[in-house]
């Protein structure tokens, strides 16, 4: 099992660009979640996903949007990156039962926008 | 929605010695409150939790205590080893169900460093 896998690991854009953050579960989990990581401020949730086809917004979602379409994978987007969400994103999913209510991260993406 | 707070945001002790790190919640209906460790460039990962039907949890050199009157709840490291040091994030949640669905409100985080 390779548990929960992120692409890209680094990626550094320009004001303005777009891009995607995939995040992959082999755990056939239903919960994904995707938070931001910042000096200081601890883990915050951006997105998260209760199953196949779902997303909701969680605490910091502004700028950002998501998709489910495989229960596996979980996408994080930006469509007009800011120098504000220059940050280490991380993917996370918890199986729903039995629900020892753990998370599984990823190994994390660090993204710079300059 | 939830709040949690954690103290201190940095904490240096001497390999052996004890470490304390506190967290408080604002929402009463929270039930689920793990920790997490984190290395340098590594993943969090879960290294203790606690539900609200019980006071208090260990795990070899780890214990979490909880005062759901007070809604705030510690962790406490004894014999404390180089390999201690990492970042160390308390979170709070409703657990699973209703609207919830377990999401975790994590605190500021906590630098431990264990000096040799």
């Known amino acids: 099992n390779a548990g929960v896998t992120q692409t890209p690991k680094f990626r550094v854009l320009k004001t303005g660009q777009s891009m995607t953050l995939l995040c992959a579960q082999d755990?056939?989990?239903?919960?994904m979640y995707w938070y931001r990581q910042d000096p200081g401020m601890g883990l915050r949730l951006i997105h998260y996903?209760?199953?196949?086809?779902?997303?909701a917004k969680g605490e910091v979602p502004d700028g950002y949007n998501v998709s489910r379409l495989k229960k596996q994978n979980f996408l994080l987007g930006l469509e007009s990156a800011a120098p504000s969400q220059t940050s280490v994103y991380f993917c996370a999913s918890r199986r729903d039962y039995p629900n020892t209510g753990e998370l599984f991260f990823g190994e994390g993406s660090r993204l710079t926008v300059l | 929605g939830e709040n949690v707070e954690q103290h201190p945001s940095t904490l240096s002790v001497q390999e052996g010695d004890s470490a304390v790190i506190k967290c408080t919640y604002s929402d009463s209906a929270s039930n689920y409150f793990p920790w997490y460790k984190q290395e340098l460039g590594k993943r969090p990962q879960l290294i203790i939790d606690i539900r609200s039907n019980v006071g208090e949890k260990k795990d070899q050199r780890i214990a979490v205590t909880l005062n759901k009157t007070a809604k705030h709840f510690s962790l406490h490291i004894t014999e404390t080893q180089p390999e201690d040091s990492a970042v160390y994030f308390c979170?709070?949640?409703?657990?699973?169900?209703?609207?919830?669905?377990?999401?975790?409100?994590f605190g500021q985080g906590t630098i431990l460093t264990v000096h040799p």
């Open positions: 979170a709070a949640s409703l657990g699973a169900g209703g609207t919830s669905y377990g999401k975790l409100t």
């Open positions: 996903s209760v199953g196949e086809g779902t997303t």
């Open positions: 755990m056939n989990h239903e919960y």
